[in-house]
């Protein structure tokens, strides 16, 4: 048997509870009716309710029941409890006191009622206007009035999510110090909702080499049970950056294929901090892309300029190529003009390699003979005379007028970075070039500078170079603010002191170690000094037995 729910209060709220009221609470007594027993809802569960109609009788308060009269009709309200995060129309409506389901972009209920279902924020409505309309949803109609619904609405933005703060706060506790402390007062990034997944990875990359320190090596994605929630975060944004790329391939528009680049190496970013070799994978994709959109002329042509995500990336592929075996270079790029490359190259300054145009240029035709000597059966006379011609290149270089323009480093402090990355490009070139045409330039060019005519000239020039760099990274390194703009000329001169004294070779590992303490370094840090490490301990000394694996340099 059902009972009709109690339409008065059990007691009366202006008067205190007593005991006897207590009782008649509890024992389910109302001023009309009383509530069904157990026994009673214990019937009602049973019965089907495909065969329940109105002849169902409520039970009187004195107990008999109104056997052979019809049921009185209960209220059409329905009892729910009262919206508060549904849509508008149900947390407004509070006389109908449903409870709204949430379905976007039209909530059931306002479906059923006929009503204007929205969602958001309305501008705030007067206690008047609140009152006159629950008055008239009394009298008539339960649908909202037009002159309410025509009201303007504020759209609810969505609230960023936990990462999204996480990362926010990365940028302001870590990144942010860091950067005013080495450019000055820079402006803030606008945090837009499209780029919170850059600004989350960057977060998590901080965590992982945060924890890679700890334990002194890189870690695998998926170690450690321990980690399952980090790595299932990682997951979780890796995927959305590879749907993010995916998505920018098929649209073919310029806007997207830009996109796409900066996805891209935030994706390579990501996967240096880990133990994998991932990071190439996504270097060949970069690659492979850009020939695919048109390549150089695609950059400077039909990208909207500047195209600072294809910059930069590019930037990174210029050096890693010298620390690769010769069969292994990123030959994409091997067809751009000198003139292309500056044309990209100067589109954005890459902070990390503070290096001139001109000198870039001579590592990357240094690197192109590299591989041409590994690869082809090219006359040692040719070989020669385009050595000869670049080293004339880099000898005539003037790094006072370069430091003396408009540069973002500061003229003292260009003039210092211009002339260690033109000693470790002079350096660079001896332990890659044949010794054969490098003696030859020695002999006629580098032997007039008050060098003994007994001692071997290739000898003298390396020694000479080799004394000159150390000395600079000597003098710069303690000044510097941001380590990792020095990384590669580091490199060139861990190999070039391999077999020179140990306190030479322990300067270039605590000056590896102090790049890898720098919370914004890379985690192709971890890789550069862990090869640099075994190649001293094998007593090896070339360059090529050094980098016989890629590693990210740049």
Sequence with gaps: MIAKEATTPYLDDTASPTKDAMLRANSCICSRWRLCTIAE???????????????????????????????????????????????????????????????????????????????GDLVPVSDAEIAAYRSRQDSSSTSPPSDMVRRPLLIEAEPPDWDYLQAIRYYHTIAKPLLVAQYGNIPDPLFKPHDATHFVCNALCSQLQSICKTRGRLLRMGEDPGLAALWTNCARYLLKIVTFINRCIESKSRERSSMAFN?????????????????????????????????????????????????????????????????????????????????????????????????????????????????????????????????????TFDVDTWARE????????????????????????????????????????EMQDGCHSDADPYDAFRLSKRFMLLANLRAIFPTLIYAASVKWPLLVAGVAVAADAPEDRDFIDQCLEALLSHPLSDGGVFLCLQRMRNFWDSGKTSWEDCFHEPVPAG
């Design 41 to 119: 809802r214990t019937a009602r569960r049973q019965i089907d309710r495909k065969q329940m109609s109105p002849e169902l009788v409520w039970v009187a308060s004195n107990g008999d029941a109104l056997a052979g009269q019809t049921a009185v009709e209960p209220s059409n309200r329905r009892s729910a409890s009262r919206s508060r995060t549904g849509c508008f129309t149900c947390r407004l409506f509070r006389k109908r006191r449903i409870k709204c389901d949430e379905e976007t972009p039209v909530c059931r209920r306002c479906v059923i009622g006929g009503h204007a279902c929205r969602y």
């Design 263 to 395: 996805y891209m190496f935030t994706l390579m970013c990501f996967d240096l901090h880990l133990d994998s070799q991932l990071w190439l994978a996504h270097v060949k994709g970069f690659l492979v892309y850009s020939e695919h959109i048109g390549g150089a002329y695609a950059v400077m042509n039909w990208l909207p300029r500047p195209s600072l995500p294809f910059c930069r990336f590019f930037s990174k592929v210029i050096m890693y190529n010298t620390t690769m075996p010769p069969e292994e270079h990123f030959l994409q790029y091997s067809n751009y003009s000198d003139a292309d490359i500056r044309t990209i190259l100067e589109l954005e300054f890459d902070e990390e390699i503070p290096c001139p145009i001109d000198i870039r240029l001579f590592i990357i035709h240094v690197t192109r003979l590299r591989h041409q000597v590994v690869t082809t059966d090219t006359p040692m006379s040719k070989l020669t005379e385009a050595i000869h011609a670049l080293f004339k290149r880099l000898a």
């Design 406 to 445: 408009d540069n973002p480093l500061g003229k003292e402090t260009a003039r210092d970075m211009g002339q260690l990355y033109r000693l470790a490009a002079w350096q660079y070139a001896i332990m890659t070039m044949p010794r054969s045409s490098t003696r030859s330039w020695a002999q006629k060019y």
